[in-house]
């Protein structure tokens, strides 16, 4: 008895120490959808495009056949849809009583084309893999949506960082398919100007790289270093790099440790092209055919997207039903990170889900 109660009372401490997200929520199903012959923008074509996929929850149907539950996630450059099911997002979000409670929605995170677990240049056609752009990957995710898991509305478009140009996206190309969209952490514009400037400071040192060797390279070429530089400054955070590292020596420990662990899970490949797919983004000459609700959600300390710019507050106005909200700089905010950071703007999303929830009674 008295080992059965220690067996009982270790498993109670071990349940108890488990971050909350994972005591709470199920582990998403996962899956593979195959699109044969998939021909990109390009004109290229591949035979097999794989989209890796995570889905919570169940879709329902309204009495025509209509789901009217489903959510499509959107990760960012170098990420997964995997990157979502963490306790500073989906313990906010997904969690039973939360705002995308899977007992009520069916929540869909897509590994986008190059990325996660779909097919990407590092499964073995390195530079000879299909030159892929944004509307490549959206018109992808449309398919897995739509012919792989029979899914013909969506509830919500939502999407961080490169999944936010991928929402504006959504919304111009099917207007019709969602009820809400929410963009975190992108403009709807053309990238140009420093944003354009800091991709090519992460595309030049790998493509130039004698290393690279056309993309043939057998150990990663030095010039994924060089990138990665680049790529820690875009998304850094000044007020929060300086709390973590106040010192000379500590700001040298901080830097090395993060550059370190970035090339280790890092192709250099793979990284070239995620950033060179960003060469057709372009929303602007058709704002206004966006009908769905929109609200679009920057933070003030992002370094990408810069508030001084002024574009969101100039291009919303063509928008509909669009509305914009910037986060102000606090303790709590992480610059460009501040987009996976539910806890700050999730108070927007309960709106846009109640406004557009009234609409469809």
Known sequence: ???????????????????????????????????????????????????????????????????????LVMHGTGGSGGSFISDQFAGVLFKPGQLLDPARYFIILPDGIGHGQSSKPSDGLHARFPHYAYNDMVTAQYRLLTEGLAVNHLRLVMGTSMGGMHTWVWGEKYPDFMDALLPLARLPVQIAGRNRMMRRMVIDPIRTDPDWNNGEYKTQPRGLTTAIYTLLFMSSSPLQWYRQAPTRDAADRFFDDQVRRQVARTDANDMLYAFDASRDYDPAPNLESIKAPLIAINSADDQVNPPELGILEREIKRVKRGRYVLIPISDKTRGHGTHSLPELWKEHLDGLLQETEQARK
Request: aromatic residues 8%.
């Open 1 to 71: 008895m008295y080992r059965l109660l220690l067996a009982v009372s270790i498993f109670l401490l071990a349940i108890a120490s488990l971050p909350a997200a994972a005591q709470t929520l199920p582990a998403p199903a996962q899956g593979d959808f195959i699109i044969r012959n998939f021909k990109f923008d390009s004109g290229e074509v591949l035979p097999e495009l794989k989209l890796h996929y995570r889905t919570l929850g169940t879709p329902r149907r309204d009495g025509t056949g209509v789901v009217r539950n489903a959510v």
